[in-house]
Protein backbone atom coordinates (compact mmCIF):
# COMPACT_ATOMS: atom_id res chain seq x y z
CA UNK A 1 0.00 0.00 0.00
CA UNK A 2 2.60 2.06 0.72
CA UNK A 3 4.46 2.35 -2.33
CA UNK A 4 1.25 2.62 -4.60
CA UNK A 5 0.64 5.61 -2.53
CA UNK A 6 3.57 7.64 -3.08
CA UNK A 7 3.62 6.54 -6.33
CA UNK A 8 0.42 7.80 -7.22
CA UNK A 9 0.87 11.03 -4.81
CA UNK A 10 4.09 11.81 -7.27
CA UNK A 11 1.97 10.97 -10.01
CA UNK A 12 -0.78 13.43 -9.09
CA UNK A 13 1.40 15.96 -8.35
CA UNK A 14 3.44 15.47 -11.88
CA UNK A 15 0.16 15.77 -13.40
CA UNK A 16 -1.07 19.50 -12.02
CA UNK A 17 2.83 20.70 -13.44
CA UNK A 18 2.40 19.58 -16.48
CA UNK A 19 -0.63 22.27 -16.83
CA UNK A 20 1.32 24.54 -15.22
CA UNK A 21 3.93 23.82 -17.98
CA UNK A 22 1.52 23.43 -20.86
CA UNK A 23 0.05 27.21 -19.52
CA UNK A 24 4.10 28.99 -19.23
CA UNK A 25 5.73 28.08 -22.08
CA UNK A 26 3.15 29.87 -24.81
CA UNK A 27 3.90 32.88 -22.65
CA UNK A 28 7.64 32.59 -22.77
CA UNK A 29 6.96 31.78 -26.07
CA UNK A 30 5.64 35.01 -26.43
CA UNK A 31 8.25 37.47 -25.42
CA UNK A 32 10.57 36.18 -28.82
CA UNK A 33 7.43 36.84 -30.99
CA UNK A 34 6.95 40.19 -29.51
CA UNK A 35 11.05 40.51 -30.17
CA UNK A 36 10.24 39.16 -33.80
CA UNK A 37 7.98 41.70 -34.43
CA UNK A 38 10.45 44.66 -33.55
CA UNK A 39 13.19 43.22 -35.48
CA UNK A 40 11.42 42.85 -38.47
CA UNK A 41 9.71 46.25 -37.84
CA UNK A 42 13.24 47.82 -37.59
CA UNK A 43 14.34 45.38 -40.97
CA UNK A 44 11.72 47.07 -43.28
CA UNK A 45 12.84 50.63 -41.85
CA UNK A 46 15.98 49.93 -42.39
CA UNK A 47 15.59 48.96 -46.06
CA UNK A 48 12.55 51.37 -46.76
CA UNK A 49 14.52 54.33 -45.38
CA UNK A 50 17.68 53.14 -47.85
CA UNK A 51 15.47 52.69 -50.90
CA UNK A 52 13.90 56.48 -50.01
CA UNK A 53 17.45 57.84 -50.15
CA UNK A 54 18.69 56.06 -53.15
CA UNK A 55 15.21 56.01 -54.80
CA UNK A 56 16.06 52.46 -55.60
CA UNK A 57 13.10 49.57 -55.03
CA UNK A 58 13.48 47.05 -52.27
CA UNK A 59 15.40 44.42 -54.30
CA UNK A 60 17.92 47.62 -55.38
CA UNK A 61 18.19 48.92 -52.48
CA UNK A 62 19.45 44.98 -50.90
CA UNK A 63 22.08 45.01 -54.20
CA UNK A 64 23.14 48.83 -53.16
CA UNK A 65 24.07 47.58 -49.62
CA UNK A 66 25.90 44.60 -51.43
CA UNK A 67 27.84 46.14 -53.88
CA UNK A 68 28.59 49.22 -52.10
CA UNK A 69 32.19 50.43 -53.79
CA UNK A 70 34.63 49.53 -50.73
CA UNK A 71 37.82 51.62 -51.78
CA UNK A 72 40.97 50.72 -53.18
CA UNK A 73 40.75 47.14 -50.90
CA UNK A 74 37.67 46.36 -53.03
CA UNK A 75 39.16 46.67 -56.60
CA UNK A 76 42.42 45.05 -55.20
CA UNK A 77 40.16 42.28 -53.61
CA UNK A 78 37.82 41.31 -56.52
CA UNK A 79 41.01 41.42 -58.72
CA UNK A 80 42.53 38.88 -56.66
CA UNK A 81 39.01 37.10 -56.23
CA UNK A 82 39.37 35.99 -60.02
CA UNK A 83 42.26 34.27 -59.67
CA UNK A 84 41.06 31.91 -57.06
CA UNK A 85 39.99 28.28 -57.08
CA UNK A 86 36.01 28.11 -56.40
CA UNK A 87 36.31 26.36 -53.60
CA UNK A 88 39.25 27.04 -52.22
CA UNK A 89 39.97 28.05 -48.38
CA UNK A 90 41.41 31.25 -49.18
CA UNK A 91 38.18 32.71 -51.39
CA UNK A 92 36.03 31.55 -48.33
CA UNK A 93 38.20 33.82 -45.81
CA UNK A 94 38.55 36.72 -48.57
CA UNK A 95 34.30 36.38 -49.00
CA UNK A 96 33.96 36.30 -45.33
CA UNK A 97 36.32 39.90 -45.07
CA UNK A 98 34.69 41.31 -47.97
CA UNK A 99 31.36 40.71 -46.40
CA UNK A 100 32.34 41.87 -43.24
CA UNK A 101 33.48 45.24 -44.85
CA UNK A 102 29.99 45.73 -45.74
CA UNK A 103 28.12 44.68 -43.07
CA UNK A 104 28.89 48.12 -41.36
CA UNK A 105 25.52 49.61 -43.02
CA UNK A 106 23.70 46.53 -41.59
CA UNK A 107 25.50 46.68 -38.15
CA UNK A 108 22.88 48.71 -36.16
CA UNK A 109 20.39 46.02 -37.17
CA UNK A 110 22.28 43.83 -35.66
CA UNK A 111 22.64 45.22 -32.50
CA UNK A 112 18.85 45.82 -32.61
CA UNK A 113 18.25 42.08 -33.03
CA UNK A 114 20.81 41.37 -29.88
CA UNK A 115 19.11 44.36 -27.57
CA UNK A 116 15.57 42.97 -28.48
CA UNK A 117 16.25 39.26 -27.68
CA UNK A 118 18.56 40.20 -24.58
CA UNK A 119 15.15 42.13 -23.22
CA UNK A 120 12.82 39.20 -24.21
CA UNK A 121 15.30 36.48 -22.68
CA UNK A 122 15.23 38.57 -19.14
CA UNK A 123 11.61 38.53 -19.41
CA UNK A 124 11.69 34.67 -19.76
CA UNK A 125 14.04 34.29 -17.31
CA UNK A 126 12.40 36.28 -15.07
CA UNK A 127 9.01 34.14 -15.18
CA UNK A 128 10.75 31.38 -15.20
CA UNK A 129 12.50 31.96 -11.71
CA UNK A 130 9.31 32.66 -10.32
CA UNK A 131 7.00 29.25 -11.99
CA UNK A 132 10.10 27.33 -10.01
CA UNK A 133 10.17 28.90 -6.99
CA UNK A 134 6.44 28.78 -6.59
CA UNK A 135 6.58 24.94 -8.24
CA UNK A 136 9.19 24.26 -5.48
CA UNK A 137 7.46 25.58 -2.87
CA UNK A 138 4.23 23.77 -4.61
CA UNK A 139 5.93 20.27 -4.69
CA UNK A 140 7.32 20.13 -1.01
CA UNK A 141 3.59 21.48 0.14
CA UNK A 142 1.30 18.91 -2.00
CA UNK A 143 3.76 15.67 -0.70
CA UNK A 144 1.90 15.90 2.44
CA UNK A 145 -1.29 18.24 2.43
CA UNK A 146 -2.09 19.12 5.31
CA UNK A 147 0.47 17.53 7.38
CA UNK A 148 3.01 20.39 8.97
CA UNK A 149 6.01 18.75 9.09
CA UNK A 150 9.06 20.69 8.02
CA UNK A 151 8.82 23.55 5.99
CA UNK A 152 11.23 24.96 3.02
CA UNK A 153 12.25 28.10 3.13
CA UNK A 154 13.27 30.99 0.91
CA UNK A 155 16.92 30.33 0.75
CA UNK A 156 16.37 26.56 0.37
CA UNK A 157 14.43 27.20 -2.91
CA UNK A 158 17.09 29.90 -3.98
CA UNK A 159 20.06 26.51 -3.23
CA UNK A 160 17.68 24.17 -5.51
CA UNK A 161 16.88 26.83 -8.00
CA UNK A 162 20.83 27.55 -8.24
CA UNK A 163 22.62 24.29 -8.15
CA UNK A 164 24.67 23.61 -11.05
CA UNK A 165 23.40 20.13 -12.04
CA UNK A 166 24.97 18.56 -15.52
CA UNK A 167 27.10 21.62 -15.66
CA UNK A 168 24.58 24.21 -14.85
CA UNK A 169 21.42 25.68 -13.67
CA UNK A 170 18.49 26.73 -15.81
CA UNK A 171 19.16 29.94 -16.16
CA UNK A 172 22.03 29.18 -17.44
CA UNK A 173 20.59 26.94 -19.98
CA UNK A 174 18.03 29.45 -20.75
CA UNK A 175 20.90 31.88 -21.86
CA UNK A 176 22.67 29.87 -23.88
CA UNK A 177 19.68 28.88 -26.05
CA UNK A 178 18.82 32.71 -26.74
CA UNK A 179 23.09 33.05 -27.77
CA UNK A 180 22.30 30.16 -30.25
CA UNK A 181 18.84 32.05 -31.73
CA UNK A 182 20.43 35.37 -31.96
CA UNK A 183 23.37 33.73 -34.10
CA UNK A 184 20.88 32.58 -35.85
CA UNK A 185 18.95 35.12 -36.33
CA UNK A 186 22.27 37.25 -37.66
CA UNK A 187 23.19 34.26 -40.31
CA UNK A 188 19.85 34.81 -41.82
CA UNK A 189 20.13 38.55 -41.80
CA UNK A 190 23.97 37.96 -43.22
CA UNK A 191 22.70 35.83 -45.95
CA UNK A 192 20.00 38.27 -46.96
CA UNK A 193 22.73 40.48 -47.66
CA UNK A 194 25.16 39.00 -49.53
CA UNK A 195 21.99 37.53 -51.66
CA UNK A 196 20.19 40.38 -51.92
CA UNK A 197 17.42 38.76 -50.65
CA UNK A 198 13.74 40.70 -50.29
CA UNK A 199 13.22 41.69 -47.14
CA UNK A 200 9.83 39.94 -46.97
CA UNK A 201 11.83 37.05 -47.51
CA UNK A 202 13.93 37.73 -44.41
CA UNK A 203 11.23 38.60 -42.23
CA UNK A 204 9.89 35.23 -42.96
CA UNK A 205 13.10 33.15 -42.62
CA UNK A 206 13.51 34.75 -39.15
CA UNK A 207 10.07 34.01 -37.72
CA UNK A 208 11.64 30.19 -38.87
CA UNK A 209 14.34 30.53 -36.38
CA UNK A 210 11.72 31.82 -33.83
CA UNK A 211 9.51 28.96 -34.54
CA UNK A 212 11.74 26.96 -33.77
CA UNK A 213 12.33 27.77 -30.42
CA UNK A 214 9.13 26.49 -29.62
CA UNK A 215 10.64 22.54 -28.76
CA UNK A 216 13.82 23.89 -27.40
CA UNK A 217 11.39 25.96 -24.52
CA UNK A 218 9.09 23.17 -23.79
CA UNK A 219 12.46 21.03 -23.46
CA UNK A 220 13.91 23.65 -20.87
CA UNK A 221 10.66 23.86 -18.63
CA UNK A 222 9.90 20.20 -18.75
CA UNK A 223 13.84 19.47 -18.04
CA UNK A 224 14.13 22.05 -14.86
CA UNK A 225 10.64 21.78 -13.55
CA UNK A 226 11.41 17.65 -13.20
CA UNK A 227 14.77 18.45 -11.62
CA UNK A 228 13.27 21.02 -9.18
CA UNK A 229 10.18 18.54 -8.49
CA UNK A 230 12.55 15.83 -7.17
CA UNK A 231 14.90 18.38 -5.38
CA UNK A 232 11.99 19.74 -3.44
CA UNK A 233 10.74 15.78 -2.80
CA UNK A 234 14.03 14.90 -1.82
CA UNK A 235 13.92 18.01 0.72
CA UNK A 236 10.43 16.91 1.90
CA UNK A 237 11.85 13.34 2.74
CA UNK A 238 14.75 14.33 4.42
CA UNK A 239 12.32 16.13 6.89
CA UNK A 240 10.30 12.98 7.24
CA UNK A 241 13.78 11.42 8.23
CA UNK A 242 13.60 9.12 4.95
CA UNK A 243 17.30 7.65 4.41
CA UNK A 244 16.96 6.07 1.38
CA UNK A 245 15.16 6.48 -2.09
CA UNK A 246 14.14 4.65 -5.38
CA UNK A 247 14.38 5.98 -8.51
CA UNK A 248 11.07 5.56 -10.12
CA UNK A 249 11.20 6.11 -14.80
CA UNK A 250 7.90 6.82 -16.67
CA UNK A 251 8.00 3.48 -18.49
CA UNK A 252 6.43 3.76 -22.30
CA UNK A 253 7.15 3.54 -25.25
CA UNK A 254 9.12 7.52 -24.77
CA UNK A 255 11.47 6.15 -21.73
CA UNK A 256 15.43 6.78 -22.40
CA UNK A 257 17.63 3.46 -22.04
CA UNK A 258 19.37 5.70 -18.87
CA UNK A 259 16.19 5.89 -17.03
CA UNK A 260 15.11 2.65 -17.80
CA UNK A 261 18.42 1.36 -16.12
CA UNK A 262 18.43 3.34 -13.12
CA UNK A 263 14.59 2.08 -12.68
CA UNK A 264 14.10 0.49 -9.30
CA UNK A 265 17.28 1.23 -8.11
CA UNK A 266 18.09 2.26 -4.33
CA UNK A 267 20.27 5.33 -3.12
CA UNK A 268 20.88 7.29 0.30
CA UNK A 269 19.53 10.52 0.28
CA UNK A 270 22.58 11.84 1.08
CA UNK A 271 23.98 11.19 -1.95
CA UNK A 272 20.67 12.41 -3.76
CA UNK A 273 22.67 14.07 -6.95
CA UNK A 274 20.62 15.39 -10.07
CA UNK A 275 22.14 14.13 -13.31
CA UNK A 276 24.00 11.32 -11.69
CA UNK A 277 21.50 8.85 -9.39
CA UNK A 278 18.32 11.77 -9.48
CA UNK A 279 16.36 13.60 -12.03
CA UNK A 280 16.69 15.14 -14.21
CA UNK A 281 18.72 12.86 -15.62
CA UNK A 282 18.41 14.58 -19.30
CA UNK A 283 16.37 16.56 -21.54
CA UNK A 284 12.95 16.04 -21.30
CA UNK A 285 13.22 13.39 -18.26
CA UNK A 286 9.97 12.45 -16.41
CA UNK A 287 11.44 10.34 -13.46
CA UNK A 288 11.10 10.77 -10.12
CA UNK A 289 12.14 9.57 -7.03
CA UNK A 290 9.68 7.42 -4.29
CA UNK A 291 10.58 6.17 -0.44
CA UNK A 292 12.49 3.54 -0.91
CA UNK A 293 10.82 -0.14 -0.22
CA UNK A 294 13.69 -1.23 2.22
CA UNK A 295 12.09 1.52 4.74
CA UNK A 296 8.75 1.94 3.97
CA UNK A 297 7.18 0.95 7.24
CA UNK A 298 8.70 3.75 9.14
CA UNK A 299 6.52 6.48 6.93
CA UNK A 300 2.59 4.42 7.16
CA UNK A 301 2.19 7.22 9.37
CA UNK A 302 2.33 9.87 6.64
CA UNK A 303 -0.04 7.75 4.90
CA UNK A 304 -3.62 8.68 4.14
CA UNK A 305 -5.65 6.99 0.90
CA UNK A 306 -8.50 8.79 1.43
CA UNK A 307 -6.80 12.24 0.77
CA UNK A 308 -3.87 11.01 -1.53
CA UNK A 309 -5.71 12.62 -4.53
CA UNK A 310 -6.65 15.86 -2.36
CA UNK A 311 -3.71 18.00 -3.15
CA UNK A 312 -3.83 22.00 -2.48
CA UNK A 313 -4.48 24.45 -5.74
CA UNK A 314 -1.63 25.92 -7.26
CA UNK A 315 -2.15 29.80 -6.02
CA UNK A 316 -0.13 32.63 -8.35
CA UNK A 317 2.11 33.55 -6.58
CA UNK A 318 4.15 31.40 -3.46
CA UNK A 319 3.99 31.52 -0.06
CA UNK A 320 7.75 31.34 1.40
Not at 168 to 183: E, K
Request: hydrophobic share 35%.
Amino acid sequence: MANNYWTKRVDNIFNVLDTQEAELVPKLLTYYQSALDEINNKLFIFYDMYAKEHKLSYDEAIKRVRNTELNDYVERANEYRKSLEKDSEALRRLNAQYVSSQMNRLELLRLEIQFEMIQATDKQDSDLTEYLKHESKYVYDALLAGQAIGNISTDEIETILSMEWSGANYSTRLWRSADAMVNALVDELTRAAINGTNPRVTARRLRDVIKSDKYITERLVRTESTYVANSSIAKRYRDMGVERYEFEATIDNRTSSICKELNGNEYKLSNFQPGTNAPAMHPNCRSRIVPADSELTKYNKYLDDDTVDDLPKWNKKPNV
